[in-house]
């Protein structure tokens, strides 16, 4: 049996570290904004290369909470992608605004400048108020989108941007972390991320001052001081045990995407000669490999024989946002991104996390390679 993710093993290689972390904040006896929190901000913050971290309850928080704080709102229309969780659509719908969809681009599957400029031009075009007010680019998988383009097509048209950066934590563009090209960017801490947690957590980063004051208020209850609410806040507060946990998996984070990179170097050395695709890096870019995603036209069957033989994999996404049903009210139909609906008939993700075992990968790559030659594919 080859597990698609098994995050016990990381637990034992740092247990000491967080179970002594975790003991800090029970014996100080607070759980909610304090010492942890505070000191995760910073640091996390800093290692993004921005001055300020705002955390939150969950990677969805972080991206409706930055939109808010980047004044979208209702009426309002925010440009991102369809080949995403459905987050990356809820939260700009949280905020009482409209998601329009572009095409990503076919070997980084992040959204492609040249379908955003041409939206733009033909919003531009068309001689009324143009109601986009910011564009939100997903760093899918741990490929960072095209920060320098977006920003120009951005600075062009006076429009906000928040990266959404839930898949991409430790990887880099141009000598830059990603999360630091943006007005806002948005993490997620979900177990399964490059940076988890044990439980729910987000953060948002900002070098905004004033953004990120109306961060704080807004994930408190829009509590100024106790009980005087400047502004209509929620309850979406990183807790202190996460932080706690976060913190000591801060300091292993780099440690732990060189060796996704390296394990992911190694699996495209070992199907590079198989009719499928395997990832790519844009030049500047350092990938962060949160998934290991291959494309093939024999997705299905693939994914068929691996789980018979014991290998788990996954589908990042099967069904695009523009096609899901709780987005029936925007009227897209199949076809209208035919980038983002081939990925999604294509792509399958593979066993893949720092602690997977060479002789893991090797029975990946062999049951892949038997598929191939077996007359299956």
């Not at 953004?211 to 609410?229: A, C, F, P, S």
Request: charged share 25%; with cysteine.
């Amino acid at each position: 049996m080859v597990p698609f993710i098994d995050l016990t093993r990381q637990y034992e290689t740092i247990k000491e570290e967080l179970l002594s972390a975790t003991r800090r904040v029970y014996e100080r006896g607070r759980f909610i904004l304090g010492e942890e929190v505070s000191a995760f901000e910073g640091e996390f913050a800093r290692y993004c290369g921005v001055r300020y971290g705002i955390g939150v309850g969950s990677g969805t928080d972080a991206l409706s909470l930055a939109l808010r704080a980047a004044g979208v709102g209702e009426g309002d229309e925010v440009v991102t992608v369809s080949h995403s969780f459905i987050a990356t659509a809820l939260a700009i719908s949280f905020t009482g605004a409209r998601p329009v969809f572009v095409d990503v681009d076919p070997k980084t599957y992040t959204l492609d400048p040249d379908q955003l400029e041409q939206l733009l031009r033909r919003r531009a075009a068309k001689g009324r108020r143009c109601r986009i007010k910011a564009i939100l680019p997903v760093h899918l998988y741990g490929h960072p989108a095209d920060m320098p383009a977006i920003t120009e097509l951005a600075r062009q048209y006076d429009l906000k941007v928040i990266e959404d950066a839930a898949q991409a934590h430790g990887a880099g563009l141009h000598g830059r972390k990603a999360g630091s090209h943006g007005h806002f960017a948005c993490f997620s801490f979900y177990p399964t991320k490059n940076l988890g947690g044990y439980g729910d957590g987000g953060m948002v980063v900002t070098n905004d001052k004033k953004g990120g004051e109306v961060l704080r208020l807004l994930r408190n209850y829009g509590e100024g001081k106790k009980y005087h609410h400047l502004l209509k806040g929620m309850n979406s507060r990183l807790d202190e045990v996460q932080a706690a946990v976060l913190r000591v998996k801060l300091g292993h984070l780099d440690q732990w995407v060189e060796e996704r990179r390296r394990k992911a170097w190694t699996y495209n050395a070992i199907l590079s000669h198989l009719p499928l695709t395997t990832p790519a890096e844009a030049p500047g870019v350092h990938h962060g490999f949160h998934l290991y995603v291959v494309r093939t036209t024999k997705r299905d069957g693939l994914r068929r024989h691996l789980e018979a033989r014991g290998v788990s994999t996954l589908i990042h996404y099967p069904i695009p946002i523009h096609l899901q049903e709780a987005y029936r009210e925007l009227g897209h139909r199949r076809g209208d991104f035919p980038v983002t609906e081939r990925c999604a008939r294509q792509v399958l993700s593979l066993p893949f996390f720092p602690e997977m075992k060479d002789e893991e990968m090797k029975e990946v790559a062999d049951q892949i390679q038997g598929f191939f030659k077996g007359g299956d594919g």
